[in-house]
């Protein structure tokens, strides 16, 4: 029987495990910072170049590190019109969207998130262990002498080896072999399985 202070003081569990999913797709989310802070060391760059320009000149002294005259001449004398300040423009705007882009885009992950229903707890799987424990599963299937795993994002390519050559079922006894391990590891993210048969001679 549940009191009704057990029923208060329980937190609902659909909403913990909405809660770790989230923290757990955070967590392991793939950051692109390398593209990042290039493009902030070349702003940078560029900043200093154009202040310490403006100073020289304001100071009466320039430092002309770049032919800056005939670019103000062109300026003066150039309209919004002109197609060749059109199609500047519209470049830099595209480098601008390629940048919005790139740092919106998730970048390719090295980890799998794992189910735990607890937002205090995240559990990841790399590439390779979940190439290791989906292999070893595929591996144990009665009939597979040898088995190979690529994983790209939620995708999972197995390729086995056998030298029977009566055994149509193989592909489905490994795909379920490997569904029942992924059963086990819990991804966050359901993974499609493609499993690939190969005869060999024995």
Do not use: C, K
């Amino acid at each position: 029987m549940t009191t009704v202070e057990e029923a208060l003081g329980r937190p609902d569990q659909s909403a913990a495990a909405r809660r770790a999913r989230r923290v757990a797709v955070h967590t392991f989310r793939p950051r692109r910072s390398w593209p990042a802070v290039i493009t902030g060391l070349l702003v940078l760059a560029l900043a200093v170049v154009a202040a310490a320009e403006v100073i020289a000149a304001l100071a009466g002294t320039p430092l002309r590190l770049f032919p800056v005259g005939p670019a103000t001449g062109y300026a003066e004398t150039t309209t919004w019109s002109e197609p060749s300040v059109q199609i500047a423009s519209a470049v830099l705007a595209l480098i601008g969207l390629l940048l919005i882009v790139l740092a919106l885009a998730p970048g390719s992950g090295h980890w799998t998130a794992l189910r735990t229903d607890d937002p205090a707890l995240v559990v990841g799987l790399t590439r390779s262990a979940l190439r290791r424990a989906v292999g070893a599963a595929a591996q144990g299937v009665s009939g597979v002498d040898g088995a190979d795993v690529t994983v790209r994002g939620n995708r999972l390519r197995v390729h086995v080896r056998t030298g029977l050559r009566d055994s149509a079922d193989l592909p489905e006894r490994v795909t379920r072999a490997v569904e029942e391990r992924l059963a086990e590891l819990a991804p966050l993210r359901n993974m499609r399985i493609n499993t690939d048969v190969r005869y060999t001679e024995g």
